[in-house]
């Protein structure tokens, strides 16, 4: 497409000092600018998705895909209880289901932790222990303390209660329920002491800072469940697929229940996310058009100190297709070097974000990453093949559609116009 003397003739545009007529500091502007705004999305595009990403893996690694609640029915003094009776058998109807991993009958209930004097709030899960290691990211955290095979005699806690209690693994705590002994006086509140037998960091604050796990038979006695589960917890090979599951699921439920996804519960979040995602994409491509446009101006100040020379390829006999070609090449290549460089600066970001993050924690002395409003623990980053060709393929089509008019004009250029005064 592109001739061996077209390529020539731009390249020494290309490199032609200011003196010559070249543009070599608008070249440089432009590589420059192209270059950095590329950067700048691959960079935001990575962090984006590794915000997904560890939001998501967190979600479904520390709690259900799926959980099966019932709705409820009305016992002989009025009350609505909406336990499952015949947990197990509905727990194995369940694992039956296609994709099906695992189903898991819990119990559940909010109490009040207490230890060296300090108090917080917590969500208490009853569940097995073999089921509890079923948790990926309970069995599997970034930072734990103790075994989960000391669970069976005690209760797992997130790193965030053990820190605002002031407690580790091995250590009593004391978690208080409203919801006690039934007396001639009226509820009175149940107290019990516990040892922590496992401290585990899931990476979310929202999970570490409540989460505690208790033997299924002890949170029974302990939320006077006996002979009942809250809920059957279900975790499938496909959690982006739980929708589809859906009426199979519904189908070995049966009547009286209903099911609570994963997205559900998160639905505000992954809105959130997507909608940032699309606004921050445009926001960044409006950067990298401001940069592409820095190739028109250089270009056009080209065409104008080239005139004489186009005039004088013009009546050697070049069509204005050449001229086309050959100012087209010194747009394209600025914008595909450009290009080029922002990717490996954009992958290179990506890939040791880590070190990155820390030596610029280390320049604003720390505090720079709060988990408690970000929810997970560290800056994340996943580099993803379709965010690299989406800025790449969005850079150098603007490059190129930009490229046009510049090249279009010299093209154009009248030969005995460009020489009258030469």
């Known amino acids: 497409m592109f001739a061996r003397y077209e390529w020539m003739i731009a390249w020494r545009y290309l490199r032609a000092r200011r003196s010559e007529g070249g543009i070599s500091v608008m070249t440089w502007i432009s590589l420059v600018g192209i270059a950095l705004a590329v950067f700048a999305l691959i960079a935001t595009l990575a962090v984006r998705s590794g ?10 690694g520390a709690n259900p895909h799926v959980s099966v609640l019932s709705y409820g029915e009305t016992l002989l003094n009025g009350d609505l209880t909406r336990t499952v009776r015949d947990y197990d058998t509905l727990a194995e109807r369940l694992s ?3 994709d099906v991993t695992s189903a898991m009958p819990v119990v559940e209930g909010q109490v009040l932790a207490s230890a060296q004097g300090r108090n917080a709030g917590v969500q208490v899960t009853g569940i097995r222990p073999d089921d509890l290691r079923r948790v990926p990211r ?3 955290p970034e930072e734990s303390q103790g075994s989960l095979d000391d669970f069976d005699g005690g209760i797992a806690i997130g790193a965030g209660v053990a820190r605002e209690l002031g407690v580790g693994a091995g250590d009593t705590l004391r978690l208080i329920s409203p919801d006690g002994q039934v007396t001639p006086m009226g509820r009175s509140p149940r107290t019990k002491a516990y040892r922590v037998g496992y401290v585990f960091k899931v990476g979310r604050y929202d999970i570490d800072g409540v989460r505690v796990y208790m033997p299924f038979d002890e949170a029974q006695t302990y939320f006077n469940r006996e002979g009942v589960a809250d809920e059957i917890q279900l975790t499938v090979t496909d959690p982006e697929a739980v929708d589809a599951m859906a009426p199979a699921l519904m189908a070995a439920a049966g009547d009286g229940t209903y099911l609570w996804t994963w997205k559900d519960s998160a639905g505000a979040f992954l809105q959130a996310l997507t909608m940032e995602d699309n606004i921050m994409f445009v926001i960044l491509s409006i950067l990298v058009l401001i ?4 190739i028109t101006s250089g270009l056009v100040m080209l065409v104008k100190n080239k005139g004489r020379d186009i005039g004088i390829l013009r009546t050697m006999g070049m069509t204005e297709g050449t001229i086309l070609r050959i100012f087209f090449i010194c747009g394209a290549s600025i914008g595909v070097i450009g290009t080029a460089i922002g990717v490996v600066l954009g992958c290179a970001f990506a890939i040791w974000i880590d070190p990155v993050f820390n030596f610029v924690n280390y320049l604003a002395g720390g505090g720079v990453w709060d988990e408690s ?7 994340p980053a996943r580099l993803e093949l379709g965010d690299v060709l989406s800025a790449v393929g969005l850079s150098l089509a603007l490059s190129f559609v930009v490229t046009i008019f510049p090249a279009r004009r010299a093209a154009r250029m009248n030969p005995v116009e460009a020489l009258r005064y030469e």
């Open 291 to 294: 940069a592409t446009l820095n």
């Open 138 to 140: 309970v069995a599997n």
């Open 373 to 379: 409003v970000r929810y997970i623990s560290q800056l």
């Open 96 to 98: 039956q289901v296609p």
């Open 51 to 60: 915000f997904r990403y560890e939001f998501v893996d967190t979600i479904v």
